[in-house]
């Protein structure tokens, strides 16, 4: 998994071999950071990613918990996860049997949120550095893998085929499906992103694919653009520049041209009535990161 902040910062693990992504680090660190920092009622509350990730006594003063604009990026990031898994819950209910994470990283919905997740069969992607370390943290920590939660490595650096892989795993594409990907699109290149969005598109009727995406510089505010502009030049010299951003209508458009049957952007604005409306202490997410969820 990878972030719209993704800046350089010390401390943080390499992603070599049986290591997690210093991403997936991060993330897990600005959720628990949420809870730790901002006064309840928190909008997700995730402190198991902090004792998977095991940073230290002193995490809280690295340089990527204390970055100008942190507040903003631990409201989107835990808002997103929290949309995420209302959209989960609710699903569950309309039928679904299966939810695929990818670029799973150190989530951590399977521990948490055991009365859903054992509902479905859950499938975590991602890189298998990632996976190793992750499978002998749950282990260690005494969580284990759940009969009803398989990880699934994929090595997207050697060309592997997540679909392929899934499907390896048990994956059923006849059966209604939740797929999430957040913190990833502005990675990829268009012409990945555009397979990613067909490739989801052929699951079967009630599923449901949730993705974020990243606005062009030219629809912020002059405050905000200098804010995502620094996030950009700090997210190139890390080596994961960002290079596709969209509007929602060119990201809603990509959708329904890839085969999906309806596609509903929803923006920072939408989570933040959804989610903080009643907060007094300005804690709301800021507007780089947009939603796109389509239905098959």
Request: aromatic share 8%; proline share 7%.
């Amino acid at each position: 998994m990878r972030e719209p902040d993704a800046a350089a910062a010390g401390g943080q693990r390499p992603a070599g071999s049986g290591e997690p992504d210093h991403t997936a680090v991060r993330v897990a660190l600005w959720r628990a950071l949420h809870v730790a920092a901002d006064a309840p009622p928190h909008v997700l509350h995730d402190e198991i990613g902090l004792k998977l990730a095991d940073p230290g006594r002193n995490w809280r003063e690295r340089g990527d918990m204390t970055m100008p604009g942190i507040s903003g990026v631990r409201a989107s990031i835990v808002a997103r996860a929290r949309f995420v898994e209302d959209l989960v819950a609710e699903r569950v209910e309309a039928g679904a049997a299966q939810y695929v994470i990818l670029g799973a990283g150190l989530d951590t919905f399977a521990q948490r949120r055991p009365e859903v997740g054992s509902r479905l069969t859950v499938f975590e992607v991602d890189q298998p550095g990632t996976q190793a370390w992750k499978r002998r943290r749950l282990a260690a920590l005494g969580y284990g893998i759940p009969s009803w939660l398989t990880l699934v490595p994929v090595d997207f650096e050697a060309g592997d085929s997540w679909w392929e892989r899934l499907t390896a795993a048990g994956f059923d594409p006849r059966k209604p499906t939740v797929v999430a990907s957040t913190g990833v699109s502005m990675y990829l290149t268009p012409e990945a992103n555009t397979a990613t969005l067909r490739q989801a598109a052929v699951l079967a009727p009630g599923s449901v694919f949730a993705t974020t995406f990243l606005l062009p510089l030219d629809m912020y505010d002059p405050d905000q653009r200098q804010v995502q502009e620094f996030s950009m030049r700090n997210a190139a010299a890390s080596g994961t520049p960002f290079i596709s951003l969209y509007s929602p209508e060119e990201m809603r458009r990509a959708a329904l041209e890839a085969g999906f049957a309806k596609a509903v952007h929803v923006s920072p604005d939408d989570l933040a009535a959804r989610y903080f409306a009643d907060r007094h202490d300005g804690l709301r997410p800021p507007r780089a990161e947009q939603f796109l969820v389509a239905e098959a």
